[in-house]
C-alpha cells in the first residue's frame, strides 16, 4: 500500500532533535581506510539513523500554543534537491543541528523533518503518475561535511535486503 505524501508527513518527526554519533564514527572510518569492514559498519548505522531533512511547507509552519511549530492538516510538503556538478541531483540528509546549521548558513533557513533510510527510498525510487522515475540520483549526507553520496542502487539494495529479512521466520 502507497502512503501519500499527506499521510506520510503525519508519520513523519518535524522539527526534533537528531544526534546519529555511531554513523559519523562509521563515516569517518570508512573515508579513512575504505575496507568491507568499514563499508558494512556504514550500511548498518545508516539503516538505523535519523536524518534532518529540510522542507519547504506550504503554507508555512505556524506556532502553535505551545511555541512549537504546527503544520496545517493538508499543507504541501516537498523536500528540495541539491544539484551538483553536472546537474546531478540529490536529497539532503544531514546527521545532527550543527551539519545542518551548515547548510542552512548559506541557504535560507526551512523546517525539518526526520526522516529514515526507508522514507529517503521511498522517495527516490518512486515513479509519477506517467511512469517517470524520481530525478535525484540518491542522497547525500552531509553535504558540506563528509558528503557521502549513498546512490538510488544502494537504496534499492538496502530496500530489497529489509524486505528479505523480515520475511525471514523469527529465530527463538
Known sequence: MRKSSAEMVEIMEFNI???NPML??????????????????????????NFLS????????TEGPEG?????PGSKVQFPMLTGAEGMRF????????????????NQKLPTFALKIEDYAAMVLRRDAK??????LGIIINPLGAGIIVPREMLAGIMTAKMNQAKQ????
Open 68 to 72: 512549537k511549530l504546527v503544520i496545517a
Open 17 to 19: 532533535s537528531v544526534s
Open 54 to 61: 529540510p522542507a519547504i511547507v506550504e503554507p508555512a509552519p
Open 169 to 172: 521466520p523469527k529465530r527463538s
Open 131 to 136: 511512469g517517470n522515475i524520481c530525478p535525484a
Open 24 to 49: 559519523v564514527g562509521a563515516i569517518e572510518l570508512m573515508k579513512a581506510e575504505d575496507t568491507p569492514e568499514h563499508r558494512n559498519m556504514f550500511v548498518g548505522e545508516l539503516t538505523k539513523a
Open 91 to 106: 536529497f539532503m540528509a544531514f546527521t545532527d543541528s550543527t551539519e545542518y546549521e551548515k547548510w542552512q548558513e548559506k
